[in-house]
């Protein structure tokens, strides 16, 4: 098992598509989010090993739900979700503690090859987490 992931993304066609990516390829998604408010409640509830964040979405954006998550823990591993267009909203996100970015649409090449480098970089799945 590659390790537990929470998907956060407004859209529910777009939590589908890269929950089937991931599952493919021996991710486990433990939980999904439409919000930024449901993503700090998922977090706290299901302690994943990263979470997939959009970042436009109603209540609360990504960018909020990414300084909070780190402020509730400061080693959770956050990847935004953007469109194309979104540079500068990605540089916030990763200025408030993000570890990586993939852009939409979703490549399964891409997103796999994000996922491995956020792992090697942060141990995630190891024994602490458990």
């Known amino acids: 098992m590659e ?3 929470l998907i956060v993304d407004d859209a529910l066609f777009m939590r ?9 390829n021996g991710y486990t998604v433990v939980g999904e989010a ?11 509830e299901l302690k994943p ?11 609360m954006t990504g960018l ?6 780190r402020e509730i823990d400061s080693n959770a591993r956050i990847v935004m979700c953007s469109a194309m267009g979104q540079n500068a909203m990605v540089m916030e996100a990763v200025q408030n503690g993000a570890i990586d970015f993939i852009i939409k649409p979703f ?3 891409t997103v796999l090859a994000t996922l491995r480098r956020c792992k090697a970089l942060s141990d995630w ?4 987490n458990k």
Request: hydrophobic share 45%.
């Open 3 to 5: 390790g537990r992931i």
């Open 16 to 24: 589908g598509v890269l929950k089937k990516m991931l599952e493919e």
């Open 34 to 44: 439409a919000n930024g408010l449901e993503a700090i409640e998922k977090y706290k």
């Open 49 to 59: 090993d990263l979470v997939t964040m959009d970042i436009t979405m109603p209540d």
């Open 64 to 69: 909020a739900a990414v300084k909070a998550i």
């Open 107 to 109: 490549k399964v090449s």
């Open 125 to 128: 799945g190891s024994e602490k």
